[in-house]
């Protein structure tokens, strides 16, 4: 059974529905009309009324497009991060030529929010970039008061959802690039990333007008006609079936049963006397991190090898001290949750 923070379980109706066949994305209507319904679908779980796009490619396509598309050579970038991901944004910067300043903060503490308002006060950023839910250490961030800065300041903003969306609200409000992928709380398999665009950042995407294709947002903005090449349609038939799925549950339904789920893994963890990373006010409710230092792998692999758990360790400095247990989309159910505790009871009791 496989439990990790993405990918996850693929329900049998999304299988199903991949096995249908296949339209010719480039000329068929059925395709331009399943894309559009995707497209919707997706705009009511972004909470948004944006315009929302859905790129052939796996999550890191839609952050590194991001920057690709609103970062000119020399611009000032504000990257917000406590993890792994929120550090990785500068990379994607500095790739791209901009000039990125980290406003960073120890893993296991919050987004450094006087840390951007003093920023913000002294540099002329024109982006900044944030991650919803820093799936490494399983920590979902207050990204509400950063928004709020950025908004005031006049920055435009990119946030990286990818394993929040779907599992939990994620506050649309001043966020410019909203970016999501189909193999995290939608339970569909890898392959897609969705993003949010708002007017604002098609406007900055315009005048940056990137010279590349594959990671260029602009081809993207009308796929009326056609789409920038072609698209995978076995995985958006499946993010089509996932979304309807998520939106005849109900979204309240479905956060309410990811915050049942996390809230339950974690009391688990505690009857096991197991710590958590870094602490239950900011665990997230797609993902759950216990730490066990210098222990993880050895744990990792006895789940999997006798008890056909499959979990994630940390990634990076934390490789070997943090365990993470994945409870999103198809997977976020108290059954499988127990399973996983069953066995960690067993492993952690030799
Ligand atoms: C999974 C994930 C991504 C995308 O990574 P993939 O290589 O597509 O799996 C980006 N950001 C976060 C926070 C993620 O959890």
Avoid at 47 to 55: E, G, N, S
Avoid at 106 to 118: I, K, M, R
Avoid at 181 to 204: I, N
Avoid at 299 to 317: C, F, R, Y
Wanted: hydrophobic share 35%.
């Amino acid at each position: 059974m496989q439990m990790t923070p993405g990918p996850t379980a693929v329900p049998p109706r999304v299988r199903d529905r991949m096995s249908d066949p296949m339209p010719n994305p480039d000329v068929e209507q059925s395709f331009f009309d399943t894309y559009d319904e995707v497209c919707e679908k997706l705009k009511r779980v972004y909470d948004t009324d944006d315009d929302v796009i859905v790129m052939g490619g796996e999550g890191i396509l839609g952050l590194e497009s991001a920057i690709a598309s609103t970062v000119a050579p020399g611009d000032e970038v504000l990257c917000v991060s406590n993890g792994l991901y929120g550090d990785g944004f500068a990379d994607f910067v500095e790739d791209y030529g901009g000039e990125a300043t980290v406003v960073g903060a120890d893993y296991t503490d919050p987004l450094d929010v006087a840390g951007v308002e003093a920023a913000l006060a002294e540099g002329d950023y024109k982006v900044a970039t944030m991650v919803h839910c820093e799936t490494p250490t399983g920590t979902l961030n207050d990204v509400a008061p950063v928004l709020e800065l950025c908004h005031d300041h006049d920055v435009l903003t990119v946030v990286d959802a990818v394993s929040s969306l779907g599992g939990t609200p994620v506050p649309s409000e001043h966020i410019d690039v909203n970016l999501g992928a189909s193999q995290k709380a939608f339970s569909s398999p890898p392959g897609l990333t969705t993003v949010a665009v708002s007017d604002r950042a098609w406007d900055v995407a315009e005048e940056r007008d990137p010279r590349s294709l594959y990671t260029n947002l602009l081809p993207w903005r009308d796929t009326s006609e056609q789409f920038p090449y072609t698209h995978l349609v076995a995985n958006v038939a499946a993010l089509d079936e996932s979304l309807s799925m998520l939106l005849d549950e109900g979204l309240d339904v479905a956060y309410d049963r990811h915050e049942t789920v996390a809230a339950h893994c974690r009391k688990r963890g505690e009857e096991l006397g197991l710590d958590l990373y870094p602490d239950a006010e900011r665990s997230s409710p797609t993902v759950t991190a216990f730490h066990l230092p210098g222990e993880a792998k050895a744990v990792q692999s006895e789940l999997e090898e006798e008890h056909d758990v499959v979990l994630s360790t940390g990634l990076g400095d934390l490789a070997n001290d943090v365990l993470r247990v994945g409870h999103m989309g198809y997977n976020a159910q108290v059954e499988k949750v127990d399973r996983v505790m069953d066995a960690l009871d067993t492993v952690c009791s030799e």
